[in-house]
């Protein structure tokens, strides 16, 4: 089956720990991104990525990094920097093909939900 | 920067009455488009309008786009208790990053049966 997987569902870590988000995705899709959702609210952009070795900073960008060296794959790294990492983190893609209807539809998956304690 | 609100944030519906959620964006958008979320889910995507004043239907479902690709509407017709959800409208801004999403603060609705 085509989608997007993300692993774990649950993660707990201490604070002050770095913390990896897994995202895989076999769409073929060039484009990736990643969101944050806090209970109650909408999503909020933290990274995306139009193609490999290629990444840009969303609107909440501080305390997390990525890496895109494969098409198939953009983890993200939740760093002890982040404030306030306890959040339900999602991972998206899109075909990305600038022009092409519908290329910019979002494909989600399950999503990771991080608790910090 | 780019803002996408949306209203109401909540909405408590009786099971058969009608249901409206509005979506304002500070900027020209390219296209909208709408996602639901079910509770403890993710968002799936529903539809996609892209010509100004288009308007769609899926089933109960009316989505409009305004004639300055500002905003938006999603009215749903006869609600029933599977519409439950948080519905979010998004979409690329003009002429920002094509691939650069803004998603709306989303309406969260509940309906009793």
């Known amino acids: 089956d085509g989608g997007i997987t993300q692993s774990p569902k649950y993660l707990f870590r201490k604070e002050g720990q770095n913390v990896t988000l897994s995202c895989e995705q076999n769409l073929n899709h060039d484009a990736m991104y990643w969101y944050r959702q806090d209970p109650g609210q909408g999503l909020r952009l933290i990274y995306y990525s139009q193609i490999v070795n290629d990444f840009q900073k969303g609107d909440i960008a501080e305390g997390y990094s990525v890496s895109r060296e494969k098409k198939e794959s953009f983890p993200l790294t939740v760093t002890s920097a982040q404030k306030n990492p306890t959040a339900f983190y999602l991972c998206?893609?899109?075909?990305?093909?600038?022009?092409?209807?519908?290329?910019?539809?979002?494909?989600f998956g399950p999503g990771t939900r991080l608790t910090v304690l | 920067g780019q803002q996408v609100m949306q209203i109401p944030q909540y909405q408590h519906v009786q099971e058969g009455e009608d249901f409206t959620t509005y979506c304002n964006s500070s900027t020209t958008l390219s296209n909208i488009q709408w996602y639901k979320q079910r509770p403890g889910g993710h968002p799936v995507f529903l539809i996609q309008?892209?010509?100004?004043?288009e308007v769609k239907k899926q089933k109960r479902l009316t989505f409009q786009f305004g004639e300055a690709k500002k905003n938006s509407s999603l009215h749903i017709t006869a609600t029933q208790t599977t519409d439950v959800g948080t519905y979010f409208c998004a979409g690329p801004a003009v002429p920002d990053n094509f691939n650069k999403f803004y998603f709306g603060s989303g309406t969260k609705l509940n309906v009793k049966p």
């Open positions: 998206a893609s899109s075909s990305g093909l600038a022009g092409v209807p519908g290329a910019d539809t979002q494909y």
């Open positions: 309008l892209v010509k100004s004043g």
